[in-house]
């Protein structure tokens, strides 16, 4: 069983940034897509960004240009870098892989952005 561990998320200001990460318990070779998510209270879970073995990325309109996705083969990790934070980002950020059929998701972390 896959297991996926994020960690990085806290309380943070209007304007501020924020690199969520995201372990991996298998190589990330083994995954088509990984990807962050996020809901915040009363909203269904959206897609963030996405990243795919080929390295070809896709972002939310609401958070490109200030959101990076990236990945680490050596420690089995995915990142997104969050800048230009805004109090409309925060909600509960997840981290999903996707491998053919399968799919695993992590606990969720926790993102407030308030001054």
């Known amino acids: 069983q896959v297991q996926l561990v994020e960690s990085g998320g806290g309380l943070v200001q209007p304007g501020g940034s924020l690199r969520l990460s995201c372990a991996a318990s298998?190589?990330?070779?083994?995954?088509?897509?990984m990807g962050w998510y996020r809901q915040a209270p009363g909203k269904q879970r959206e897609l963030v960004a996405a990243?795919?073995?080929?390295?070809?990325?896709n972002y939310a309109d609401s958070v490109k240009g200030r959101f990076t996705i990236s990945t680490d083969s050596a420690k089995n990790a995915v990142y997104l870098q969050m800048s230009s934070l805004k109090p409309e980002d925060t909600a509960v950020y997840y981290c999903?892989?996707?491998?053919?059929?399968?799919?695993?998701w992590g606990q969720g972390t926790q993102v407030t952005v308030s001054s």
């Open positions: 999903k892989a996707n491998r053919w059929n399968d799919e695993y």
């Open positions: 990243i795919n073995i080929d390295s070809r990325t």
């Open positions: 298998a190589s990330i070779f083994t995954f088509n897509v």
